[in-house]
Every structure is written in C-alpha cells, then in structure tokens.
C-alpha cells in the first residue's frame, strides 16, 4: 500500500462544475504539497499547508490532520484547468513522498 | 525571472550508453533533487543535495550518478547500469532541506532508451 494515495485517478468534468480531489497518506507529517503538472511536464507548487483551509483564486485545500486527509478544491472549473494532481508529503525527517496523482480533463 | 532549467527536454541514446541531463536554477536554493516518474506513479527520489560537493542517495540510485561542483547546478547521469532508464525526469530545488519550504520544478526530461 502507497503511503499516500489519491481519488480519483482520473476524472472527467464539464466546464464550471465543482470539482474535488482526495488525498489521504499513512504516516506522520509535518506539511502536506498540491502540485499541478501540465501535459508539457513541468510541476508547479499550488499549495503547502500543515494545518486548516487555504484559498488562492479558484482553488481551495484543506487538511484533516487527525484524520490523515486533504482535499483540493476548483470551484467554476475551466478548461485550463486540465492537468494532473499531485499530493506529496513531508514526512518527519523531511523525506517527500508523492502520490500517484489524478488525471483532471475539464471539458467545455 | 528565477526558475529552474532542464535541458534537453528530449533524449533519446542506444541501450549501452551513459547520457548526462542537465539541472540548473538561478534562485540561490542549496538544496536540488532529482525525481523519476513512470505512468501510474509517484514521484521517486534518485539524489538529492543539500550543500555544494555533497549529495546523498534517494530511493531508486541504483544506476544513476550527479555531482554537485557548483550551487547552480546539479547534472544526473544515467549510466549503462541503470536497467530501465526510460522516463520522465524532474529536477527540483527549495531554499533548505531543513524546513517545509515549498519545491521548485524544472520542466523535465523525457529520456528514451533503445
């Protein structure tokens, strides 16, 4: 079993619905990363959180640290915003572990 | 603008062969990592460095190498020992390995094995 595992692995959805990615890991961490990678590769950080909710424009994460679980949220999803997801964690001792990511396609 | 640099961003080289791909950044990070990522994975770490003329084995280095001469650069070889060499590979750096300061990506490299 992954130490952090993501759902779904691929989603499918219209332009502007609500749109939630699950991210639950198994270990002891200090901070929790949503990445975003383009069809191009390249990886771009969207949020580091240890605690609570963060907001930055459309995009919404939370932890549950009791619970060992996040969720990033799009609200009014665009097409742009089709690209994969990516949880890491910072486990104690400060090794990332990644998952696996999901496969977003948002279509208009 | 700061960032990170992987080049090429295609490569392709006979089974056999050591190949060598370039990282560098231009944030002043001490700390740069290498990354493999295969389909249906998550990201595995090869090396990482936390300091000028160190670096530490990850995960998976078993058939790669990478020096680190100089802070802005940190080159990966993948060598005629590594026995499935071909994926996507990502070059990463923070400012420290010591706190939760978020990750840097390069582009990529999508190396090709025949």
């Known amino acids: 079993k992954n130490e952090v595992e993501q759902s779904p692995q691929n989603l499918t959805a219209q332009e502007g619905e609500f749109i939630t990615i699950n991210c639950s890991y198994s270990?002891?961490?200090?901070?929790l990363h949503w990445l975003q990678q383009h069809p191009g590769g390249g990886i771009v950080s969207l949020f580091m959180?240890?605690?609570g909710k963060k907001k930055h424009g459309r995009l919404i994460a939370t932890i549950n640290i009791q619970e060992k679980h996040s969720s990033l949220h799009i609200t009014a999803s665009h097409p742009r915003d089709s690209a994969v997801y990516i949880c890491?964690?910072?486990?104690?001792?400060?090794?990332?572990?990644f998952g696996a990511g999901t496969i977003l396609r948002v279509k208009s | 603008d700061g960032g990170i640099t992987q080049s090429p961003k295609y490569l392709f080289r006979k089974e056999g062969q050591n190949v060598t791909l370039s990282c560098e950044q231009n944030?002043?990070?001490?700390?740069m990592y290498w990354y493999r990522q295969d389909p249906g994975q998550g990201l595995r770490l090869i090396y990482y460095?936390?300091?000028?003329?160190?670096?530490q084995k990850g995960d998976i280095a078993e058939g790669y190498s990478v020096s680190r001469e100089k802070k802005e650069s940190f080159p990966l070889t993948v060598t005629s020992a590594q026995k499935n060499p071909t994926a996507f590979y990502l070059c990463?750096?923070?400012?420290?390995?010591?706190?939760?300061?978020?990750?840097?990506f390069g582009n990529g490299t999508r190396l090709t094995v025949t």
């Open positions: 460095s936390q300091i000028v003329n160190d670096f």
């Open positions: 270990v002891g961490i200090s901070a």
């Open positions: 959180l240890s605690s």
């Open positions: 990463a750096s923070r400012n420290g390995d010591g706190d939760n300061s978020p990750l840097h």
């Open positions: 890491a964690v910072t486990e104690y001792g400060n090794k990332l572990v």
């Open positions: 944030l002043n990070h001490d700390a």
